[in-house]
Every structure is written in C-alpha cells, then in structure tokens.
T-cell receptor, first 109, second 115 residues
C-alpha cells in the first residue's frame, strides 16, 4: 500500500520538546517532506530528507531511517506559535507524492 | 516576489453546478499542483501540470479537470458538483519538479462549499 501514518493529534507544553512520528511504505521511496500548516493558512515547507540521519534547522530537526520507513520531526523549546498541523509527505520513484493526514500539535502554556 | 495567488478565496455552489478555480504560480515556476484538503483526510493530490501538460494525476473522478496556460497560470474545473466536493482546494507551485523533492509553495486556497 501507500499509507503514510502520523498521529492525529499531540499535546505538548510550552518550552518542552515534542517528537512527531511518520511511518511509510518503503517500496520506491525517494525522500520525505515535512510541512507546517497553521489553521486557516497554507502549508509551508520545513524540510526534505533523502539520506538517513538527523538534519537540524534551528529549533526544528528532521530524522529519517530509510530502511525502517520511519521519520520524525523534533521541535525543541516549544512556543505557542508552533501550534499547527505538521504534514509528512513521501516522494516515490514512480513520480508520486503522497501525503499523510497530518498531526495537529496543541501547545499549552 | 509575489507568492502563489488563488481566486476566488471563497465559493458557495449548489449540487449539480460546475466551478472553475484559478491559480497564479510564483513567477518563474513552471510546475503547478492542485490538492483537495478536508478535515481528517489530509492533502489529496488532484493533478500536476508542467509546461501546459498534465504530468501526473491523482485518483479523482473525471469531473475534476484542469489546464495550464503558457504563462504557467492554471485552472481547475469541477463539474456536476456533489456535497462531498466541499473542501479547501490548494494550489502549489515549484520551479520544475516537486515530485523530485523541490519545495512547493502553496497558495491560500479556495474554500468551496457545496449546498
């Protein structure tokens, strides 16, 4: 199948760290996107991972394990403005881009 | 550089009608993709256009169609609207190849309500 699985909703506290997981089918896998989407707004690009390992961009990091079909987005020093949906999307060798349903992240003070 | 623009932003239609949505990509971007977004379903890929040709298509019925003009602007059309077509329709542009990992830049979307 082509399922991409993400938790539907997560809650975290301001200042803390949260990890949002994404699992996918490994066949034909090329790379994996993470996008952020605030309520009522368009998605915006966060990262694109092709190789195994962790890529850090400020407070946000994205990890990929190609063999395990697994990625996570790590958000540190959470701020209220990080409340949003986080979308995982996979590019495949058959020229497909498949999106997960997104994880709604709620930040509490 | 201006971002991706979509018109109209909001639409209310009745079942059986048809609708045309418009998208202007970022200047210089030649790839335009269309998505349908509904609560709990995430982004569902409709189609992608590049240089006026449909390059990729998702699993939507033939009532959903699109086209791209020589200036890269794109339109999508939905005929014989159904209640289930109520959704946010997002357009995204990229330089040439989002499916090869290029960043897509999304427009604000058109929110369609079918009554």
């Amino acid at each position: 199948g082509q399922n991409i699985d993400q938790p539907t909703e997560m809650t975290a506290t301001e200042g803390a760290i949260v990890q949002i997981n994404c699992t996918y089918q490994t066949s034909g896998f090329n790379g994996l996107f993470w996008y952020q989407q605030h309520a009522g707004e368009a998605p915006t690009f966060l990262s694109y991972n092709v190789l195994d390992g962790l890529e850090e961009k400020g407070r946000f990091s994205s990890f990929l394990s190609r063999s395990k079909g697994y990625s996570y987005l790590l958000l540190k020093e959470l701020q209220m403005k990080d409340s949003a949906s986080y979308l995982c999307a996979v590019t495949k060798s058959n020229y497909q881009l498949i999106w997960g349903a997104g994880t709604k992240l709620i930040i509490k003070p | 550089k201006a971002g991706v623009t979509q018109t109209p932003r909001y639409l209310i239609k009745t079942r059986g009608q048809q609708v045309t949505l418009s998208c202007s990509p970022i200047s210089g971007h030649r790839s335009v993709s269309w998505y349908q977004q509904t609560p709990g379903q995430g982004l569902q890929f409709l189609f992608e256009y590049f240089s006026e040709t449909q390059r990729n298509k998702g699993n939507f019925p033939g009532r959903f169609s699109g086209r791209q003009f020589s200036n890269s602007r794109s339109e999508m059309n939905v005929s014989t609207l159904e209640l289930g077509d109520s959704a946010l329709y997002l357009c995204a542009s990229s330089l040439a190849s989002p499916l090869a990992g290029e960043t897509q830049y999304f427009g604000p979307g058109t929110r369609l309500l079918v009554l």
